[in-house]
Nanobody, 120 residues
Framework: QVQLVESGGGLVQAGGSLRLSCAAS????????MGWYRQAPGKQRDLVAF???????VYADSVKGRFTISRDNAKNTVYLQMSDLKPEDTAVYFC??????????????WGQGTQVTVSS
């Protein structure tokens, strides 16, 4: 299994920056991709960005050019650098990891979430 712990959320003014971190532990060798999702009150959880073990990245259109996802394989940590933040970026941000279980099945793990609030 893979466990995830996020950090780095907080309150920031519009136009500001924040960096989120997500540290993985457990069976980290089996992780195939890691990513960030966000969920605003009353809305569904949506993909923000993800990065594969090979370094390929995908971003939601709403964050392209403003957010950057990266990973440090040695530290089993994925980062989300968020710049030019907007009030509509306010949400709880969740880290996600996809990994292969011992029975060769694709599994997913979620972190506990970290709040990001952008004031106008």
């Amino acid at each position: 299994q893979v466990q995830l712990v996020e950090s780095g959320g907080g309150l920031v003014q519009a136009g500001g920056s924040l960096r989120l971190s997500c540290a993985a532990s457990g069976s980290t060798f089996s992780i195939t991709s890691m990513g960030w999702y966000r969920q605003a009150p009353g809305k569904q959880r949506d993909l923000v960005a993800f990065i594969t073990s090979g370094g390929s990245t995908v971003y939601a259109d709403s964050v392209k050019g403003r957010f950057t996802i990266s990973r440090d394989n040695a530290k089993n940590t994925v980062y989300l650098q968020m710049s030019d933040l907007k009030p509509e970026d306010t949400a709880v941000y969740f880290c996600n990891a996809l990994y292969i279980s011992g029975s060769d099945q694709q599994m997913g793990s979620w972190g506990q979430g970290t709040q990001v609030t952008v004031s106008s």
